[in-house]
């Protein structure tokens, strides 16, 4: 069955930093999916990833599949407090069944 | 912009007890999910549905488990003897189309508490 690690676990900065958070698969990924969750309520669909060394932004955050499709990246440029939550990356392992990493805590400071 | 609702927001539940979970997908989506959170582990995948059948489910979902769209908007998640593990954060999703690699829309969940 396919694994999705994720790291860090979870990370604090401080606002307006940097920050990029990364998910490691078992097996060669030919979906991945980011998503948000703010604590307690539901997923926030964020990016899709097909191909290897595809790239995708939406405002701040962008999120990139390596050329081997086995890892992806989430970057976020000059956080801001709106950006705290958990990121999750999500596989399609088939029959539209997703698989998730155990997600990232992000706490942006002020 | 269309949204995944989904209710009640929080269910608590005598050990023993059946409980239904609902949820309204978004309106032109073909296909629905149901996933679990319990608290400080991963979202794991419960079961997909298509055309009024059951696509694929996991272990997790044994015979206490059912789902069911009794009209044309209502998906329902049944557990029919509910055990203290059942305790978790529900999640319904439905996604547009038939194909791979479309991204599915995620309600914000119910919380079932079991006693």
């Known amino acids: 069955s396919q694994e999705l690690e994720q790291s860090p676990q979870s990370l604090i900065v401080q606002e307006g930093k940097n920050l990029t958070i990364n998910c490691t698969s078992s097996k060669t990924l030919y979906g991945l999916y980011w998503y948000k969750q703010k604590y307690g309520e539901g997923l926030i669909f964020l990016m899709m990833l097909q191909k290897g060394g595809e790239e995708k932004s939406h405002e701040k955050i962008t999120a990139k599949l390596d050329e081997k499709k086995q890892q992806s990246s989430l970057h976020i440029t000059a956080s801001q407090p709106s950006h705290a939550g958990i990121y999750l990356c999500?596989?399609?392992?088939?029959?539209?069944?997703?698989?998730f990493g155990q997600g990232t805590r992000l706490t942006i400071n002020p | 912009e269309p949204e995944v609702t989904q209710t009640p927001s929080h269910q608590v539940t005598q050990m023993g007890q059946e409980v239904i979970l609902r949820c309204v997908p978004i309106?032109?989506?073909?296909?629905f999910y149901w996933y679990r959170q319990i608290l400080g582990q991963k979202v794991e995948f419960l079961v997909s549905?298509?055309?009024?059948?059951?696509?694929?489910k996991s272990e997790i979902f044994d015979d206490q488990f059912s789902v069911e769209r009794p009209d044309g908007s209502n998906f329902t998640l049944k557990i029919r003897s509910t055990k203290l593990e059942d305790s978790a954060m529900y999640f319904c999703?439905?996604?547009?189309?038939?194909?791979?690699?479309?991204?599915?829309?995620f309600g914000d969940g119910t919380r079932l508490s079991i006693l």
């Open positions: 999500g596989a399609d392992v088939g029959a539209q069944k997703l698989v």
């Open positions: 999703a439905s996604s547009e189309y038939l194909f791979r690699n479309q991204p599915q829309h």
């Open positions: 309106s032109n989506h073909l296909y």
């Open positions: 549905f298509y055309n009024n059948e059951i696509s694929e």
